[in-house]
T-cell receptor, first 115, second 113 residues
Framework: DQQVKQNSPSLSVQEGRISILNCDYT??????FLWYKKYPAEGPTFLIS?????DKNEDGRFTVFLNKSAKHLSLHIVPSQPGDSAVYFC??????????????FGKGTLLTVNP | SAVISQKPSRDICQRGTSLTIQCQVD?????MFWYRQQPGQSLTLIAT?????????ESGFVIDKFPISRPNLTFSTLTVSNMSPEDSSIYLC??????????FGPGTRLTVL
């Protein structure tokens, strides 16, 4: 049973437009969420995170929104650039309960930004 | 952020053999982790590598199959033992940097024939 789900395997957007990547989770113990970007033949690169006490966190072109009641988070990239083309992974952590540092990942969404 | 390297970057191995993957970090870190990404799947935590003690394995992973060493605060190895084609995956090490963020190495792409 997958606890972190990214239901869109791929997304294609035009350069300059907004990219919205979605992630749903089922484990109510998750209280910290992260987004990673992965280029081919490289390891995942940390992008942005959010604690469950917040509903929004912004860092430059990247904003993550968290809707706890819906167990849903999204990553917004504005404006999208061709260099943003990569696989984006959503990850979650349950900081209490003795598994503070374990990350549970979704399967990823391949974002393609077209020039 | 920590700079993490892994060796080898890729390998093709025969069924029944073992492969040891090395992970080197450019600074001392308390916690190191080993993940596996099977084709088309998400990253799955294999174990947490603890310095000076045995690794802590996740459900579904055992020490006999994935022995781990952590001799110091900058280095760890993961061995994939008695390999089968089902072990074909990308293996990644990561380190805890920041509060809960993990930084990943470039990965080792393993193909088992």
């Amino acid at each position: 049973d997958q606890q972190v789900k990214q239901n869109s395997p791929s997304l294609s957007v035009q350069e300059g437009r907004i990219s919205i990547l979605n992630c749903d989770y089922t484990n109510s113990m998750f209280d910290y969420f992260l987004w990673y970007k992965k280029y081919p033949a490289e390891g995942p690169t940390f992008l942005i995170s959010i604690s469950s006490i917040k509903d929004k966190n912004e860092d430059g072109r990247f904003t993550v929104f968290l809707n706890k009641s819906a167990k849903h988070l999204s990553l917004h990239i504005v404006p999208s650039q061709p260099g943003d083309s990569a696989v984006y992974f959503c990850a979650a952590s349950a900081r209490s309960g003795g598994s503070n540092y374990k990350l549970t990942f979704g399967k990823g969404t391949l974002l393609t930004v077209n020039p | 952020s920590a700079v993490i390297s892994q060796k080898p970057s890729r390998d093709i191995c025969q069924r029944g053999t073992s492969l040891t993957i090395q992970c080197q970090v450019d600074s001392q870190v308390t916690m190191m982790f080993w993940y596996r990404q099977q084709p088309g799947q998400s990253l799955t935590l294999i174990a947490t590598a603890n310095q000076g003690s045995e690794a802590t394995y996740e459900s579904g992973f055992v020490i006999d199959k994935f022995p781990i060493s952590r001799p110091n605060l900058t280095f760890s190895t993961l061995t994939v033992s008695n390999m089968s084609p089902e072990d074909s995956s990308i293996y990644l090490c990561s380190v805890l940097a920041g509060v809960y963020e993990q930084f990943f190495g470039p990965g080792t792409r393993l193909t088992v024939l």
